[in-house]
């Protein structure tokens, strides 16, 4: 069975902080993709990123950037230098080759003061 | 090019009531999801159309809840009695047909469904 688990309920920043939002996943199949959706107070999930279990490198992508590691099971997301339009509900989740639906995590709640 | 788009975005119905939400995918996206979230839980998967087959709906909580998707275009969603714990978001998603394993789902801005 897939698992995601984000431990982080909430993370409370001011803003230009740096902060990393924690994601671990449980999978038994080899081949399974991994995904970062925003969802803004409007409501809408808003995709950001997915990464294959084949491509261990790390993304960067303006002030995000991605830390996969197969090792420690883990999938990380960090903000540089955060803004507050980057607050959001932040979800993880995960995928595999036979399987298309998304396993989500519980979401991490991100809120950044001015 | 349009995304996903759900209607209505709000629908506060009383219990014993049929609701039915309507999901437009992205157009040429054969794969269609429906997911939903209760409140502070996690987003949960209910079904997967493939064009106007389903091809996975082992996420639907029970009988009362009737997905179709007439000539592979639009879906929509029917509650039929509702209860007052589908109350929820209720997001669709939408993805190309791909034979090298499930490409990125995109999603619409959900409908939120209040059950009095």
């Known amino acids: 069975a897939q698992k995601v688990t984000q431990a982080q309920t909430e993370i409370s920043v001011v803003e230009k902080e740096d902060v990393t939002l924690d994601c671990v996943y449980e999978?038994?199949?080899?081949?399974?993709?991994l995904f970062w959706y925003k969802q803004p107070p409007s409501g809408e999930l808003v995709f950001l990123i997915r990464r294959n279990s084949f491509d261990e490198q790390n993304e960067i992508s303006g002030r995000y950037s991605w830390n996969f590691q197969k090792s420690t099971s883990s999938f990380n997301f960090t903000i540089t230098a955060s803004q507050v339009v980057d607050s959001a509900v932040y979800f993880c989740?995960?995928?595999?080759?036979?399987?298309?639906?998304?396993?989500f995590g519980t979401g991490t709640r991100l809120q950044v003061f001015p | 090019e349009a995304g996903v788009t759900q209607f209505p975005s709000h629908s506060v119905i009383e219990k014993g009531q049929t609701v039915t939400l309507r999901c437009d995918p992205i157009s040429g996206h054969d794969n269609l999801y429906w997911y939903r979230r209760v409140m502070g839980k996690e987003i949960k998967f209910l079904l997967h159309f493939v064009k106007e087959s389903k091809q996975d709906e082992s996420g639907m909580p029970n009988n009362r809840f009737l997905a179709e998707r007439t000539g592979g275009t639009y879906s929509t969603l029917k509650v039929q009695p509702a209860e007052l714990e589908d109350s929820g978001v209720y997001f669709c998603?939408?993805?190309?047909?791909?034979?090298?394993?499930?490409?990125?789902?995109?999603f619409g801005p959900g409908t939120r469904l209040t059950v009095l």
């Open positions: 989740a995960l995928n595999t080759y036979n399987t298309d639906k998304l396993i």
């Open positions: 998603a939408s993805s190309p047909l791909l034979a090298g394993g499930p490409d990125t789902q995109y």
């Open positions: 999978t038994r199949d080899t081949t399974y993709y």
